[in-house]
């Protein structure tokens, strides 16, 4: 689904506004003078023009009546302000992409005076990079063509599936703060080589490019995780003895712990 003819607004142009903008603009899914963003702060504002070249609003009305396809790029708790401000503007003719974390469809739904298709999306921040993670779930008003228009958007700037909207709270938990759990894990990692020895800077690139690998080998060979650890592993070596400390700390429960309770957030964030 080709989207070139559309201009895209962000309402709100914060840190994830920013990741899909950049991310954007560098696959050239659309020229700049159709990338436009509102926020009400004018540092964010011309930061966002400086770097990218894209249309910058101070007014939520103006961005929408610019847009074609909006984003709803705000904290949850902006949220009913934002469209209660625009919500006059908002025609079927739109379509408004959320990625606020817990909020329904039929939430957004009900906050619009028009049928606007709306759909739901969990990304996460390496859209910047192009190595994004997106799960898409469409609205009651959503077509296919909205759907289809949602995954091209997410899908240049990394990966984007169509998911049941009620595995998205699990997606947040997961992928959408995700990121945030590999960075932990790296500055953790990078620390354990400078406790070790290693310079700071050797430390995190082993560090992260450990990562990169371990993470494109399992999903360019497609197996199990397991089949790939236990290729590592030499009986009576290094790795097994590096796996026990591991799994003695709880690191496997901890991950389980922490995807857990960014999920329970997420339905929280929608019970509102
Ligand atoms: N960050 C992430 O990794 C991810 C975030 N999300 C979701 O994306 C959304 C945005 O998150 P994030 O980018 O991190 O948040 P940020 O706080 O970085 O960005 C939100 C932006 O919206 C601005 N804003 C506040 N009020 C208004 C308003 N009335 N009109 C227009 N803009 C306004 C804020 O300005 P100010 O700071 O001045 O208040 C800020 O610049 C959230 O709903 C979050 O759940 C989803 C996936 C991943
Ligand atoms: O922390 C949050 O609430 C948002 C949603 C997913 C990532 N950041």
Redesign the pocket.
């Known amino acids: 689904m080709k989207i070139t003819g559309s201009k895209l607004g962000f ?7 920013e990741a899909l903008i950049a991310g954007i603009v560098k696959q050239e899914l659309l020229p700049c003078s159709q990338i436009a963003a ?4 004018q540092a ?1 504002l011309s930061c966002l023009q400086k770097k990218y070249s894209v249309v910058v609003l101070k007014d ?1 009305r103006e961005l929408v009546n610019f847009s074609d396809i909006i984003i709803l ?4 708790f ?1 949220v009913d ?2 469209l209660s401000e625009v919500k006059d503007i908002f025609k079927p003719g739109k379509l408004l992409i959320s ?3 817990g909020l329904k469809t039929a939430y957004l739904e009900e906050l619009l005076d028009a049928p606007v298709p709306v759909v739901r999306v ?4 390496p859209a910047l990079i192009g190595s994004g993670m997106s799960a898409v779930a469409a609205g009651k008003y959503a077509d296919e063509i909205a759907s289809e228009k949602t995954l091209a958007i997410f899908k240049a700037v990394g990966k984007a599936v169509m998911l049941a909207e009620n595995l998205l709270d699990i997606v947040t938990g997961l992928s ?1 703060s995700g ?1 945030a759990y590999m960075y932990l894990i790296l500055e953790a990692l990078s620390d354990a080589g400078v406790r070790m020895g290693l310079p700071r800077d050797t430390a995190t690139l082993l560090s992260a490019q450990t990562m990169i690998g371990a993470a494109g080998m399992l999903i360019e060979t497609g197996e199990h995780a397991a089949v790939l650890k236990e290729r590592v592993t030499t009986p009576g070596g290094t790795t097994a003895a590096g796996l026990f400390a591991l799994e003695e700390a709880g690191v496997r429960t901890a991950l389980m712990k922490a995807v857990e309770a960014a999920t329970v957030r997420s339905r929280e964030l929608s019970g509102r």
Not at 38 to 41: E, G, H
Request: aromatic share 0%.
């Open positions: 309402l709100g142009g914060g840190a994830m506004a509102s926020d009400p702060n964010r939520n790029a705000v904290k949850p902006v302000k934002i990625i606020a974390a969990m990304p996460n921040t959408g990121p």
